[in-house]
């Protein structure tokens, strides 16, 4: 049987294009996938390259106005022609020529899309590739370095992705602020603020009870303001969160926070303060000869039960008070709430989980790596932008707590607390 060959050199892009399009019954399924938007455009470019693309075009070109007819007029829609066009890969446009259709009776309007181009100009998936690429640290200036060379690519200049990200990093914020927890047991709220230069932002992470971590929210502000510590947290009930559910707080000390649960939420929800933040308040007041002492006594203190701990901790600042008073003072101030996960009777490895907002700060070290390339913060709607970013990119590499496995004691204690009507914390 003879075997008809089509030879096409490298630079003849047409003439591959012409016949992947006349033979091109297998890409059939290809134009109805890419139509419908469910095969990635660039992962298809990569093995057949520009030229299958303008041959899928063509083929869709033709599912509407029928394979070309030589010296025929046509039926309703017909060719006109052929355009210089541009399509969205995950981070570069690609140059096309595309097929030109146009109504039989013409004027304003005539214009007739083709589906598959319909579905590869869309800008979304190459939106989402600039900002998960300036989220990894590549700034505007420098992104035309990871952006893959094509002969026939589009520029896209540095305030076309700004403006791209800005677009993303919007729709982001946007979706965090909507995110609903009607169906989310949460158990624990870690409560914790970010510095972007002279902003603060106050962020939320949840772990409900299988042990998961979820962003809740975010606000600008310090944890120091009332007002924002309180918007904060009426946002996070309005969005699902069950003010009448028993959870801990674990907070970094702020007076203005502890005061907002319990205008929020309520005096009965157990609230246990950072003992990372309370160590470093009190070595600041601590000459350098006496800092390792003092921790290592605070440390130690901690892994005894409640009231044996507290005691310990009590002697330790009778002993600074004569020529320390600060160092004690700050030593005693919110001592209760320290020992809040004692009291409960956990495990001690869940117990070094909840001990500290830890959990949170990892995650602001993330958000801290995707925005260190930022050296020009234009206001508060540019930090939340970029904080909701890249708090949901750190998000998706949230593990389980340590000593997830021991949270059934936690929501054990919590709901026999609710059940007879107890308060856990210790005025």
């Known amino acids: 049987m003879k075997r008809v060959y089509q030879i096409a ?62 010296g025929q007029a ?123 230069g002279p902003h603060h932002v106050l962020g939320a992470v949840g772990v409900d009870s299988d042990g998961r971590k979820h962003v809740l929210g975010l606000r600008e502000g310090a944890t120091e303001n009332a007002v924002v510590v309180r918007d904060l947290l009426s946002d996070l009930v309005a969005r699902g969160v069950d003010p009448a559910r028993r959870r801990l707080f674990v907070v970094d000390g702020s007076k203005a926070l502890r005061t907002a649960i319990d205008a929020v939420f309520g005096p009965q929800h157990p609230v246990q303060r950072c003992r990372n933040h309370k160590v470093e308040n009190v070595m600041g007041y601590l000459p350098e000869p006496l800092k390792d002492q003092v921790k290592t006594v605070m440390k130690a203190a901690y892994r005894l039960p409640a009231e044996e701990g507290m005691a310990r901790l009590k002697q330790q600042a009778r002993w600074l008070e004569k020529e320390h008073p600060d160092a004690a003072q700050s030593l005693l101030e919110g001592l209760e709430e320290t020992f809040t996960i004692n009291r409960l009777g956990l495990p001690p490895k869940l117990r070094r989980c909840l001990a500290t907002t830890n959990l949170i700060e990892s995650p602001h070290s993330g958000v801290r790596l995707r925005t260190r390339r930022v050296t020009h913060w234009q206001g508060g709607a540019m930090v ?34 609710m059940s007879e009507g107890k308060e856990v914390r210790v005025a």
């Open 74 to 196: 046509g039926g309703a829609v017909r060719r006109h022609g052929s355009q210089s066009g541009a399509v969205s890969l995950s981070t570069q446009k690609v140059r096309v020529r595309k097929p030109r259709l146009r109504t039989k009776a013409g004027g304003v309007g005539a214009e007739v899309p083709i589906p598959a181009y319909e579905a590869m100009q869309a800008e979304g998936p190459l939106r989402d590739k600039l900002g998960e690429i300036l989220l990894s640290g590549v700034s505007t200036r420098k992104y035309e370095r990871v952006v893959p060379e094509m002969a026939t690519s589009c520029g896209i200049s540095k305030s076309s992705v700004s403006r791209q990200f800005k677009a993303a990093s919007a729709a982001k914020l946007q979706a965090l602020c909507e995110r609903r927890f009607e169906e989310l047991d949460l158990l624990v709220i870690y409560i914790d603020g970010v510095r972007f």
């Open 9 to 70: 050199e490298r630079k003849d892009n047409r003439a591959l294009t012409e016949y992947l399009a006349q033979e091109g019954q297998m890409l059939l399924p290809m134009v109805e996938l890419i139509a419908q938007a469910q095969l990635a455009v660039d992962e298809f470019i990569d093995v057949l390259g520009r030229a299958a693309l303008e041959a899928v075009l063509e083929l869709s070109a033709a599912q509407v106005a029928g394979p070309r007819h030589q």
């Open 384 to 417: 939340l932008r970029w904080a909701a970013g890249a708090f949901l990119a750190t998000e998706a590499n949230f593990r389980r707590i340590d000593g997830y496995r021991d949270l059934w004691m936690l929501k054990a204690a919590l709901d026999e607390a």
